[in-house]
């Protein structure tokens, strides 16, 4: 048996190495904002304690500066963009997308344009995201860091889903929970597997790879398969592989061939985590769609954007309310460690440690 010990200390200095504490590795992109969600003002952002403006500039191009105008040091990002510029409320001083500024409203004759540069991040569209790296500039270029893919998004055989996750927890809270998919128990009829077992486990320094065998009704062959989806009663389980990958700093899985999810990481700070969750169904089984013209294809797609969206809200309601409760525990008693079961959390642990020594030794 396992002596478990519940005493509760006042102490909130959490211990050295602890996982629950440990930074990011800034040496990646992080998913900031949905591309729809920057449209013609700015919107701020905040990665791991960096306040960001993110705005488009005049060929609507995203751009990313630090959410701080140098005059006063007030948020930019409460101004608007100007001729794809952005203007601070203030004074109204305009920073270009290098961070100079360009124009004073006030500026005298005889006076010149503040030499000011506000810091500058690599940013990018891609799939539906903007992607925001934080990192090392030059070890973006050596070592051609890009991007995780979700080639799903765009393709027409493919209904999306997408769900924001905004928990209160340090990160890897949330990465143990997507990893541990002994927790159906919690989420009942809107988890799409059952009875699952580890099978694999493959762990490197960019990723941790885990294989259950499981039981699951999702299948979309049919028309009426959709059905299920809604009816429990009219659910058939048969053997599935369940695939879950911690492709850092985001979580990829699949349920055998017609179901996909991601998890999108953009980490706040130590206590409170921003995530986008997107659930992919593939009507690839349906081979005679490709015969039907694509702009009714694309219809069809667009149509059932958010399709999935009670059951992708249902288990982020659940497991907020659990992450949340093992913030708040950790902080009451962060030396307190629980015995864990499952060997792909281990991992995970690894794998986030490794990555924040990475980020100390990379600079
Ligand atoms: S504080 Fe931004 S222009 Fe003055
Ligand atoms: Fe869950």
């Known amino acids: 048996m396992v002596a478990i010990s519940t005493s509760v200390t006042t102490s909130s200095t959490p211990t050295p190495k602890d996982v629950r504490s440990l930074g990011i590795n800034p040496n990646h992109w992080y998913a900031v904002a949905r591309s729809t969600e920057v449209v013609d003002q700015p919107r701020a952002v905040v990665l791991w304690g960096d306040a960001i403006v993110l705005f488009r500039d005049a060929a609507g191009e995203i751009q990313a500066l630090e959410d701080r105008c140098p005059h006063r040091q007030v948020k930019l990002s409460q101004g608007e963009v100007t001729e794809g510029q952005m203007e601070c409320i203030y004074h109204g001083w305009r920073f270009d997308a290098a961070g100079h500024c360009t124009h004073v409203p006030y500026l005298a004759e005889n006076q010149k344009l503040p030499s000011c540069k506000i810091k500058t991040y690599p940013v990018q569209e891609r799939d539906g995201f903007v992607w925001l790296f934080p990192g090392d500039r030059d070890r973006l270029a050596t070592d051609n860091i890009q991007p995780l893919t979700l080639p799903e998004w765009d393709h027409l055989n493919y209904i999306a889903t997408v769900s924001v996750i905004e928990v209160a927890a340090h990160y890897s809270f949330l990465i143990e929970n997507l990893m541990d998919m002994y927790h159906g128990r919690l989420h009942d009829d809107y988890q799409a597997w059952a009875e699952p077992v580890l099978a694999e486990l493959t762990a490197t320094s960019e990723r941790v790879d885990v294989l259950y065998n499981a039981q699951s009704y999702y299948r979309i062959d049919k028309i009426w398969s959709v059905s299920q989806l809604f009816f429990p ?56 769609l490709h015969k039907l013209p694509v702009a009714f294809r694309r219809w069809i797609k667009n149509s059932l954007f958010g399709a999935a969206q009670k059951m992708l809200d249902g288990l982020v309601e659940q497991d907020v309310l659990m992450l949340e409760q093992e913030q708040a525990a950790y902080r009451q008693n962060p030396d307190y460690k629980g015995p864990e079961l499952n060997r792909a959390l281990i991992s995970v642990q690894e794998l986030i440690r490794q990555q924040a020594a990475d980020s100390t030794t990379a600079t």
């Open 233 to 288: 009663s009219l659910r058939r389980l048969h053997p599935e592989e369940l695939r879950v990958s911690y492709a850092y700093p985001n979580w990829v899985s699949t349920l055998g061939q017609d179901f996909k999810i991601c998890c999108l990481f953009c980490p706040i700070s130590p206590t409170q985590t921003r995530a986008y969750l997107i659930h992919f169904t593939s009507l690839q089984a349906f081979h005679r």
